[in-house]
């Protein structure tokens, strides 16, 4: 019960890395606070958690600012605020469309940056918050048919990490995961190039790790206050080739 009388605030909570989350926390003894668009599967989240009394549903939009600081204020003391709202992509660079690629940057980074900047004063006040970004290994290492994508989980890793340097004299500490491939609807839920659902799910996905064995994984990272944890499979040495070998990543990469 390492959290226990904590307050956790998990985005994405309706689904996936999110959902298996905010069980997991649960169990942990902490307070949750789930968010989405979907209430109806936050509820369904709510009642699977351990005490679903002790939780609460507090419905979001990460594309709308004002709503993410109304939700802020709604929300009270944040004692670990979890990242894990998000889409994907499935499609070329070329063959999508700017306004597809606005919407991913949007909700990834813009929305997460927002709900961060509404939670870190409270936290800074108090001397004390963790902040959890989901991020992906695809955050180090481009692959394609995720340009959009990549870039936006890219650029999470370069705002949290000037973020921790800025913030740990004031206590708050920042975790970024990188998952692997997760067995999750990401691949269905993410877009092509026009914007449309890609409704599909990917052969990595299918046989890949069960989010409730990914989700304790997540937390015992967070529980020792590390700088970043990595979940998966064999793909997570990706990002150990590409610092080491980043021409050979490189040649893998390139599409045939």
């Known amino acids: 019960m390492r959290y226990r009388d904590q307050t956790v605030w998990i985005t994405g909570a309706s689904s996936g890395i999110g959902e ?10 902490a307070r949750v606070i789930l968010s989405a668009r979907n209430v109806a599967e936050l509820e369904r989240v709510r009642g699977a958690c351990a005490n679903p009394e002790s939780h609460r549903v507090l419905p979001l939009d990460l594309t709308d600012v004002d709503a993410i600081n ?7 003391r944040v004692d670990v605020l979890v990242h894990s709202g998000g ?17 991913i940057m949007d909700l990834n980074y813009f929305g997460t940056v ?16 963790h902040i959890v970004p989901i991020s992906s290994v695809i955050g180090h290492v481009g692959i394609p048919m995720r340009s959009a994508y990549a870039a936006s ?16 004299r004031h206590g708050i500490k920042v975790t970024i ?6 067995r999750t609807k990401v691949s269905e839920n993410a877009l092509r190039g026009d914007g449309s659902r890609y409704g599909r799910e990917d052969d990595t996905h299918a046989n890949a790790m069960r989010p409730d064995i990914a989700a304790p994984k997540i937390i015992d990272g ?7 944890v990595r979940v998966g499979g064999k793909e997570i040495y990706a990002i150990l080739l590409k610092r080491f070998f980043p021409s050979l990543v490189a040649r893998v990469m390139r599409m045939k």
């Not at 298996?20 to 003894?29: K, P």
């Not at 927002?114 to 918050?129: E, Q, Y």
């Not at 995961?177 to 997760?182: H, L, N, T």
């Not at 967070?222 to 970043?228: I, L, Q, T």
């Open 87 to 103: 889409v994907s992509q499935r499609a070329l660079a070329i063959d999508t469309d700017l306004a597809t690629d606005r919407a």
């Open 114 to 129: 927002a709900l961060t900047k509404a939670v870190l004063p409270s936290m800074i006040a108090r001397r004390s918050g």
């Open 20 to 29: 298996a989350l905010a069980v997991a926390w649960s169990r942990e003894g």
């Open 70 to 76: 109304a939700a802020a204020k709604d929300a009270g």
């Open 153 to 168: 989980k890219h650029a999470l890793h370069g705002f949290f990490d000037a973020l921790r340097a800025e913030n740990a």
């Open 222 to 228: 967070v529980a020792k206050g590390k700088n970043e």
């Open 177 to 182: 995961v990188c998952p692997g491939y997760i």
